[in-house]
T-cell receptor
Framework: GAVVSQHPSRVICKSGTSVKIECRSL??????MFWYRQFPKQSLMLMAT?????????EQGVEKDKFLINHASLTLSTLTVTSAHPEDSSFYIC????????????FGPGTRLTVL | AQSVAQPEDQVNVAEGNPLTVKCTYS??????LFWYVQYPNRGLQFLLK??????LVKGSYGFEAEFNKSQTSFHLKKPSALVSDSALYFC??????????????FGQGTELSVKP
């Protein structure tokens, strides 16, 4: 199956700083990537859908200026949490679709963000 | 609107006993249905999917699920549970009209606990 990686796996930052999370498809070209947010023992909340070379589509209620998404290549999408605050602390997961793997999303291992 | 429901927050079974994790869905048209498993602080791992064909779908780690159109259900089952099956399980649906890059809609998640 296809492999998706995320970096970093864990990050701790001070309030007011920006944090960048990378999502990479390692062995296939991802035409679409998704970014999710998950609170402890809760479901995944879709934040945005990212297509290579175009602007991300954000879900209702997600601040696009707060959560910057860039999908510059077919193997890399980044999520930048700008001016992070403690309420942004969460588990962020990306997934990718593409490479001939139809009808299936492949998920990254997640990034635990803690904002102090 | 598409939706997925997992009516049980938690399922407890004894090791060696059969397990069932329930999922019902609401979607217009033919659904694409998925089961994922999540271990603590990890991303989602794909278990199985139903797209078309045989209603009984076999997946990874001995899991299977039965698509029941009349009951709009897609319950996950395993004949003999293992302690290592203890994890958070998510059912998801994708609207096939949205194409390969379509969003997944997740259920609330069910925590499975298998005791020795």
């Amino acid at each position: 199956g296809a492999v998706v990686s995320q970096h970093p796996s864990r990050v701790i930052c001070k309030s007011g700083t920006s944090v960048k999370i990378e999502c990479r498809s390692l062995d296939f070209q991802a035409t679409t990537m998704f970014w999710y947010r998950q609170f402890p023992k809760q479901s995944l909340m879709l934040m945005a859908t990212s297509n290579e070379g175009s602007k991300a589509t954000y879900e209702q209620g997600v601040e696009k200026d707060k959560f910057l998404i860039n999908h510059a290549s077919l193997t890399l999408s980044t999520l930048t949490v700008t001016s992070a605050h403690p309420e942004d602390s969460s588990f962020y997961i990306c997934s990718a679709v593409g490479g001939g793997y139809y009808n299936e999303q492949f998920f990254g291992p997640g990034t635990r963000l803690t904002v102090l | 609107a598409q939706s997925v429901a997992q009516p049980e927050d938690q399922v407890n079974v004894a090791e060696g006993n059969p397990l069932t994790v329930k999922c019902t869905y609401s979607v217009s048209g033919n659904p694409y249905l998925f089961w994922y498993v999540q271990y603590p602080n990890r991303g989602l791992q794909f278990l199985l999917k139903y797209i078309t064909g045989d209603n009984l779908v076999k997946g990874s780690y001995g899991f299977e699920a039965e698509f029941n159109k009349s009951q709009t259900s897609f319950h996950l089952k395993k004949p003999s549970a293992l302690v290592s099956d203890s994890a958070l399980y998510f059912c998801a649906v994708r609207d096939p009209t949205t194409g390969q890059g379509g969003k997944l809609i997740f259920g609330q998640g069910t925590e499975l606990s298998v005791k020795p």
